[in-house]
């Protein structure tokens, strides 16, 4: 049995992800602390499962009900964020998930409703979109939480980076 917390997990799992199911590379693959470690979650095989490190970015130091809601606001067949099948560049180094700004997420929305049927259609022109609203930057930690927060409230469902809206 492997000895890495990683690769044991990965040997559990059966070399795939856990929340999307889909194969998992070992280059993209991480440990994700269902009860974070930021929230007191421990290190053990019974807290922890391997995943894609744009899941572990997404999910960061949520809550384990936060956590929840993202799945089950998937409705059905959980969409991985880093767009199987499609070429995403995942950073080296995930930055921990932050909490949008109200006002900013509210602006975004707003925008979105004002574009009727000529919103972004793919994840990359929505997050194109979504930064070219801020002219003096938006970090990607927030550009992510606003995102997720488009997706948990049930605003937008991305499946396979294509975007649909419920506004």
């Given at each position: ?59 960061g ?70 930064v ?30 294509k ?5």
């Amino acid at each position: 049995m492997p000895t890495k917390p990683l690769d044991r997990l990965m040997f559990v799992q059966g070399g795939l992800c856990f929340f999307c199911k889909q194969p998992l590379p070992k280059t993209e693959a991480s440990v994700e602390h269902l009860l974070a470690s930021a929230n007191g979650g421990s290190n053990s095989d019974e807290n922890c499962v391997a995943c894609c490190k744009a899941v572990n970015r997404l999910l960061g130091s949520m809550s384990l009900k936060e956590k929840f809601q993202v799945v089950l606001n998937q409705k059905g067949q959980f969409k991985c964020p880093n767009g199987v099948g499609s070429k995403v560049a995942i950073p080296a180094k995930a930055p921990v998930a932050t909490k949008p700004d109200s006002d900013k997420f509210a602006a975004v929305v707003a925008n979105l409703k004002q574009r009727g049927n000529s919103k972004p259609r793919t994840l990359k022109t929505l997050k194109s979109t979504i930064v070219s609203l801020y002219p003096s930057g938006l970090p990607e930690t927030e550009l992510s939480a606003i995102v997720q927060q488009l997706q948990s409230s049930g605003k937008i469902t991305v499946a396979v980076n294509k975007v649909t809206y419920a506004l």
